[in-house]
């Protein structure tokens, strides 16, 4: 699931900051943008310690409030969306982890 997050949700923040840093630095909306790197490692970053700190509380509501997660309903569901991500991260088509769950 973490490969999938990679590489779908990293890319999702990335490409935005992407995109607004070239136009500011352009003028100008750039059709085939050139990658920023430092864009990808402050994403990586802020989502590191979003997990770290605010992971387990969401974790417990998910798991204990909204709906009752077995160990088996959990890694069922891991490897759904695990699976249903890179698929279609591969294609090319914007999906949101979140709400595969």
């Known amino acids: 699931m973490s490969f999938a997050a990679g590489a779908n949700d990293i890319s999702n923040a990335a490409g935005t900051l992407q995109a607004i ?3 500011l630095n352009t003028g100008a909306l750039v059709e085939t943008p050139q990658p920023v790197y430092w ?3 402050y994403c990586c970053v802020f989502i590191v310690f979003g ?3 605010f992971g387990a509380k969401v974790m417990k509501t ?5 709906s009752v997660v077995t160990p ?3 890694q069922c569901a891991q490897l759904a969306v695990a699976f249903t991500v890179l698929i ?3 294609v090319g088509i914007p999906v949101s982890s ?3 769950l």
């Open 21 to 23: 840093y070239q136009t």
């Open 39 to 41: 864009a990808l490692f």
């Open 51 to 53: 997990l770290y700190f």
């Open 62 to 66: 998910i798991g204990e409030n909204l």
């Open 72 to 74: 088996l309903r959990g």
């Open 88 to 90: 279609a991260s591969y």
């Open 98 to 100: 979140t709400h595969c």
